[in-house]
């Protein structure tokens, strides 16, 4: 039996990102929002440990109302229990690792963390330690293959330099990458189930949390400017058109193009 | 193990969600299965909703419903490659709720709400793939490896019958039935809207354009102002892209170009695009519409309508979702679901404003596809504007400026009036 925590975020589709072209600023409320990915393999993963080993599969979003979506998902893809904590801001990992880790106490025991190894928008990668240190567990990071056996775990990460395997007693923080699994798409009777569950909702000051302030406050995010150089160079006239010619020719030497 | 429901609703459009509210209102067990994955996500449409239907069905919508901005301007465009003549009908305060502007995603996920909160169990990301028949009844529907048993089955489809199509329970559409309508959505801040189209904050505008949107392909162009935003799409015969050699992509990119709506667009970017089908053969006929243990509605049924002057869809989608529901609920106290206990459906449908509208439009799509209303015509009207307001000492009366113009376009006088009085009868 495992009984696993999992975190997943309602992440910004980074790859439909909408931006007003004249401040560069990303405007958030045209752009899609899904559940980030990595979190979803890491919910997968947490399911497929459960159909294995029985337990069960409670999943937490702290994000804004908005979320419920993406924990609908997840009870179509077989979690447990849903919680939702709203917030209406956004908030750095410090913030989160907090409330996270409050969560973890007041509804656990739990024998796993899983979560994913780095956001799908702000991709700091750095949740999962921050929780792990919060709670004073273990951390295995990065994890592309996961095995769980008499309240212990063997993850390999596959890294930069190499291979990683490691063991580690449970409870410990897990955080995948999108190597580890292909998350299930839910059919229509796991879907009606869903649709018949109830999100539960808790606030930060429902965990005993007073105000936390976030560390690192994120003062403007811009999108990068692409400028192009726009030079035009007039060939209306044909007989000019060998002058152009080398002038387009000097241009692109000067650029180091040629 | 298999669930079982009173009603099964395919597909969570106006049409489906609608059907779904007053059924699950009356104590029904009622799901609503939809391919996209959120509500709305795969609706498309110009833009406009007349509010008739909800008046009737939903009074509370005008607080409720998610509605950008009223139609107070009325405009017809007709367009050669650079010029325009445009007709505009602003509307006098009692026609002003006439009408809206609305995003249909909006739209949808708040009637979306009212269904569910009615007790309608709607699930997203569910396509359906066949349904399941038993001795030639409908007994409930199929998606992958599940099914749903269901006494009564709704076909809310949409335009695109993939269905219908696939199970042979119509003849299969043929290009020159539907249109490929392309929408793109501008931001423009409100106060720029106001001033260039000339509305109050509340206020927008609903224009159909004629002629160089579609490149002179069979279909047109339209417009409507949202709050903030600018819609504006293109929408042509399927076809007649291949017909005529012209690309859609194409088309939409010209369109845009245009002068005129260079000027209207100015400064602003486009934030959104979409593609969608657009039925354009009229209804389907009663015996495809109800059959054993099912019903088809909204624009899957054909319930769409195209004047030329007036695009309609969600009010006949609203209202034949509610007849459906109205006929499920009478033949469900009498415990009937076969074709004979449905068919009620024909006759209420013919009792309403959708056949008698459909029936009255019934010409339309005929007068529709001549193609001289896309070509020859506008670029008639922008040259007689433009050869009566030249003034450069040479007299130009209208009669004989216009028999000039004629002349060289190669329209026949009594050609003009032959569809003029087409026009008369059509529409």
Redesign the interface.
Known sequence: MVRTLVGIKYSLQVENL?I??KTREI?LD?TPKKMGDMDKRALEEAIRIKEKHGGEVVVLCIGPKEAN?ILLEAY?MGADEAYLIPVEEFHDTGFIANVFSKFYESKGPFDLVMLGGASTDSFSGTLGARIASLLNIPIIPFVSKLDVENNEITAESALDDGKYTYKSKMPVVVTVTLEINEPR?????D??RA??KKINELSVSDLGLGEISDLVITTDVKAYEEKRKQVILDASDPSKLDEVIDKLINYLKEEGVL | ?S?KFDVAIIGAGPSGLTAGYFLAKSGLDV?I?DKAS?LGAKNVYGGRIYSHVLKKYFPEYKDEAPIERWVRKEQLYFMTRDSAVKVEFFADKGFLEESFTAYLTKFVKWLGEKAENAGA??????RVDSLIIENKKVKGVI????K?IADYVVIAEGANTVLLDSLNLKPKTKPNEVALGVKEVFRLDSEKINERFGVNDDEGVAALLVGYPSLGAIGGGFLYTMKNEVALGVVVRLDEPARKRIKMYDIVEEFRMHPLLKRLLKDS?M??YSAHFVVERGKLPDRYLVGDGYLVIGAAAGFELNTGLIVRGVDFAIESGKIAADTILEAHSKGGSDRNALSIYLKKLRNSFIYRELEAFRKAPEFLSNERIYTKYPELLNDFFREILTVDGNPRRLYPTLRGIMKKKKISLLGLIRDGLRAVRSI
Not at chain 1, 185 to 189: G, Q, V
Not at chain 2, 121 to 126: E, F, T
């Open positions: 909408s007003d072209p405007l045209e979506k179509a798409i839910p059919k229509l009777k879907i009606l649709k018949r | 193990m669930e799901v299965l959120e169990l709607i699930a997203n990301g569910v998606a992958g490896e599940d749903l970017y934030i959104e």
